[in-house]
């Protein structure tokens, strides 16, 4: 049997993976369903935990099984660690406090960073931006992804205590009274340029006719 601390320390393993909400309420779910279905089935879990079988032999079982079933990549990654390095006695749902249970809980603990982008980002840059910001923010979160084109580029980041934004409209915003300034002084030196050659023109102009 897993102790408490390691069964925790696997799901500290797991949720790190985890960047977005989205992800994380398809995992939370994936995980209630595949442990329960994993654990009661005799063809299963008894070979997973089965010390003589070879790791080969439990890929096979545990490959199997996820064809039968819609889980994420995150939660397949975390299966097959567990097969690996046959930990999966870590998910037997008798064993108090279970693994569901402390997974449960865990994830009530993750808050909420709202990522606001002008279109979506790869996964490797998402994954970058989480592990940039978890040097301002102390507590465990997930993004919450949002899409507003009107940005044009960058982000804007909310938290409890915390914001960012650097996007290209703010930027321009920034820029825009000098815009103005410098197309008025282009205006206005035009201008007088214009006024300065018809004065020089009319003066030039009777001496030309004689």
């Excluded at 108090?96 to 002008?118: D, E, G, H």
């Excluded at 994954?127 to 993004?143: G, N, P, T």
Aim: hydrophobic share 45%; aromatic share 8%.
């Amino acid at each position: 049997m897993a102790t408490q601390k390691e069964k925790l320390d696997l799901i500290d393993l797991l949720l790190s993976t985890i960047h977005t909400t989205q992800i994380l309420t398809g995992v939370a779910q994936s995980m209630e369903l595949m442990v329960q279905d994993i654990y009661y089935d005799p063809n299963v879990y008894p070979k997973l935990i089965d010390a003589k079988l070879a790791v080969e032999a439990k890929e096979d079982v545990m490959n199997n099984f996820i064809k039968k079933h819609n889980i994420p990549i995150v939660a397949q990654k975390f299966l097959g660690m567990l097969v690996r390095h046959n930990l999966f006695q870590a998910i037997d749902d008798q064993d108090k406090p279970t693994f569901l249970f402390l997974l449960r809980n865990q994830v009530k603990t993750i808050r909420s960073v709202n990522l606001t982008l002008a279109d979506y980002l790869p996964d490797n840059i998402i994954s970058w931006l989480h592990q940039e910001l978890r040097r301002h923010i102390q507590y465990q979160f997930v993004f919450d992804i949002s899409v507003d084109q009107s940005i044009i580029g960058g982000v804007i980041i909310q938290a409890d205590a915390f914001e960012f934004e650097d996007t290209v409209i703010t930027r321009l915003k920034e820029i825009e009274p000098h815009i103005r300034d410098n197309v008025h002084k282009l205006t206005m030196q035009y201008l007088d340029e214009m006024v300065k050659a018809e004065f020089t023109d009319m003066r030039v102009a009777p001496g030309a006719a004689s």
